[in-house]
């Protein structure tokens, strides 16, 4: 395939054309690779795996659909038997009242044969609408059963972020799947029912419907192939222009090109693009229409070659005129039947490289699964000890954890600083189970995480993020949300509602509660950054609340929207979660919230630089004292570095 052609505008904005890195992408390739004989050769296999999926699906169904076409392939044979019939009748000697006679039967029995067929295929299309949502449902909630139960890391892992993404259309294609292996079954069973026909009328003419059909196909095959690449060249100028025009529309958007004038610039480079992706499409036209016209020349020219043969039959005696009646009618539509035989399989195997992705997927899935067993939790878990942790991402050569180590006794408060990057988010997915450390141990109430019943292990942890989910549902329920499991009335959120500071915040609200928090949908209200918070953080004081049994709380960063204010409740609330059957673990970069910690960790590029109180800490005049310090600079009063004052002096131009 050759290389699509790179507009100015694309390679100026970004750097050249603009290809997606997802796994759908890769079939791009694939497809094109794609020739009658490989596409014939996979036929039974892909073939084999959705009647497979439709067999679990619904059995009575797929047996129906199955009879039914081979009952169409038995009319269609005998309806060309009944044609054959006529034109004996209509073209032997006698009287036209006479001849006219002895077809009557035939044509009823055609009449007949043709009823009994459009029934049959009512009864098939019925039967194939009621197999494919099912198998598309099924093909769905495997693959979002296998995606949810997997290992976080796999999450993390670019390869398998691709999988996931790319086994999505699966579930689609399984369904499309179903229609497309039908008509290809009903293709195969016509064509081999008038093949059939025409060796019975005479030998000679099944290696005419060949000659007729193969150019047909081929064209079908090619011009298919043709359309793709067309697509594949010019979707890409397409796919650029689109990203302009969403973010010349889009609300985050809106304020920059406005004032930075960039709605001008980027509505220029658009239409730069749009001009070079008509002109693709201008000229891949071009091309369709050509590879067709050849197409439809060479299936004309064995057409005529082949009527040709038959007039030389039927004028050396060899061919009876009903014969070649019949034959001519055969010949017609067993190539049309060739054709959208083509067509079909060209579909199937399109098809069928999704389906293969979901296939894949769920094996992977299935290897990365979190484990469904294992040791069951104690009530009492005394402690949380993280021994001498290592974590690595699949993708990187530096290790985020390197050897840490730090004990979470039940009723403390513990908390996590370092600077960005030093290790802190994938310390706390670490102790919250998400993450299994390649090298130390997690270990609760004294036995190693590997050997837990994870579930158990999940049940016990309540986390609250910077970037913790806003679910597109009610208030009520992103606050239930935090135990879903457990059902609850507005009036039992109250305290959590009431601790989280977040009263205000639902009052405001039209409909309190019950007010649907999502933007995109009609009637629905939005929250701004810091109101969010709130939410969140009374989901967490309802999950911790509906838990008896020994918890760690991980809280990362839950105050960066709040005004100062909120910042100081927030942090007393989060405080007072402590008791006696909780661990609390903070990790933030706002020192006030922390001094008050009975353990402060400093981590340092993944490793563990101090340790201690707040005291201890500040005495040592290390890392942790200069990172207080730092902070507290910002607050005192003074001249202030970093920001340049208005009076203060221009730093010289470099020569
Ligand atoms: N999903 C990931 N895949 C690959 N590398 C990651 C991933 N998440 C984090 N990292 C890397 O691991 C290191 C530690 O990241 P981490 O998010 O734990 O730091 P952090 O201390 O929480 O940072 P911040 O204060 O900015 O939130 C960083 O170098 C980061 O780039």
């Given at each position: ?33 794609l ?37 169409q ?17 209509l ?8 001849r ?11 009449a ?24 598309e ?19 993390e892992?670019?390869?398998?972020r ?12 399984a ?35 060949l ?14 192939q ?9 979707v ?19 304020q ?81 039947s ?12 399109e ?37 001498g ?20 006794p ?8 370092g ?48 970037d913790?989910?806003?679910?597109p ?71 911790t ?6 918890s760690?709380?991980?809280?990362d ?77 910002q ?16 730093v010289?131009?470099?020569?």
């Amino acid at each position: 395939m050759a290389e699509p052609t790179v507009s100015d505008a694309e390679r100026e904005l970004f750097g050249g054309p603009l290809r997606y890195d997802a796994g759908w992408a890769e079939h791009e390739r694939a497809w094109l690779d794609l020739t009658m004989l490989s596409a014939i050769r996979a036929m039974p296999r892909l073939v084999g795996g959705t009647l497979r999926r439709a067999w679990a699906a619904d059995r009575p169904a797929l047996l129906v659909v199955a009879a039914s076409e081979v009952g169409q392939g038995i009319a269609a044979a005998v309806g060309l038997l009944a044609v054959n019939a006529v034109m004996h009748a209509l073209l032997g000697g006698g009287e036209p009242v006479d001849r006219l006679h002895a077809a009557l039967p035939a044509l009823v029995a055609g009449a007949l044969v043709a009823v009994v067929n459009a029934g049959l295929a009512g009864l098939s299309t019925s039967r194939a609408g009621r197999l494919e949502p099912l198998v598309e449902r099924i093909a769905t909630t495997e693959y979002l059963e296998a995606a949810t139960a997997v290992e976080l890391e796999a999450i993390e892992d670019p390869e398998f972020r691709r999988l996931i993404d790319v086994a999505q259309y699966g579930a689609a294609s399984a369904r499309r799947m179903i229609g497309a292996c039908v008509a290809a079954l009903n293709g195969t069973i016509s064509l081999v029912a008038t093949a059939g026909i025409l060796t019975v009328l005479h030998p000679a003419l099944l290696p005419m419907l060949l000659l007729i059909a193969a150019p047909r196909g081929w064209g079908a095959m090619r011009v298919a192939q043709e359309r793709y690449v067309s697509v594949m060249n010019w979707v890409e100028h397409v796919r650029a222009g689109r990203l302009i025009g969403n973010l010349l529309t889009e609300r985050d958007a809106a304020q920059e090109v406005r004032i930075h004038g960039v709605g001008r610039y980027l509505l220029e480079k658009y239409r730069d693009m749009a001009e070079s992706a008509e002109a693709e499409q201008k000229r891949l036209a071009d091309g369709k229409a050509l590879t067709e016209l050849v197409a439809a020349g060479l299936s004309g020219l064995a057409m005529a070659g082949t009527y040709g043969v038959m007039l030389g039959l039927i004028l050396s005696g060899h061919m009876g005129l009903a014969v070649a009646g019949t034959a001519v009618i055969a010949v017609r539509t067993g190539s049309a039947s060739l054709g959208a035989l083509v067509m079909n399989v060209n579909q199937l195997h399109e098809e069928s490289l999704y389906v293969q992705d979901h296939d894949r997927f769920l094996v992977e899935a299935a290897r990365r699964g979190i484990p469904t067993t294992g040791q069951d939790l104690p009530e009492r878990l005394g402690r949380v000890v993280l021994d001498g942790v290592t974590y690595r991402y699949p993708d990187r050569e530096e290790p985020a954890l390197d050897g840490v180590s730090l004990v979470l006794p039940m009723g403390s408060v513990t908390a996590v600083v370092g600077e960005n990057g030093s290790g802190k988010s994938t310390l706390m997915k670490v102790l919250a189970g998400l993450l299994l450390p390649q090298g130390g141990s997690v270990r609760w109430g004294g036995v190693d995480l590997a050997g837990l019943d994870r579930s158990q292990v999940f049940d016990r942890v309540s986390l609250l993020t910077q970037d913790f989910q806003r679910w597109p549902v009610t208030a009520a329920l992103n606050i239930r949300i935090g135990r879903p499991a457990t059902r609850a009335a507005d009036a039992e959120l109250r305290p959590s509602v009431d601790y989280a500071g977040a009263a205000p915040v639902v009052a405001k609200l039209p409909h309190g509660l019950r007010t649907l928090l999502a933007r995109m949908f009609r009637g629905a209200s939005e929250l701004s950054g810091g109101e969010w918070q709130k939410i969140g953080l009374a989901r967490t004081h309802w999950r911790t609340e509906t838990s008896a049994a020994d918890s760690v709380l991980i809280v990362d960063e839950p105050t960066s929207a709040l005004d100062p204010e909120a910042e100081i409740a927030a942090f007393d609330a989060i405080r007072r979660l402590a008791g006696p059957h909780r661990a609390v673990v903070l990790v933030t970069h706002r020192m006030s919230g922390v001094r008050h910690a009975d353990t402060i960790y400093v981590l340092d590029r993944g490793r563990l630089a101090e340790q201690g109180s707040h005291d201890t800490l500040m005495a040592a005049r290390g890392r942790y004292a200069a990172m207080f310090d730092t902070q507290a600079a910002q607050y005192a009063p003074g001249p202030r570095t970093g920001v340049p004052h208005p009076s203060a002096p221009p730093v010289p131009e470099p020569s």
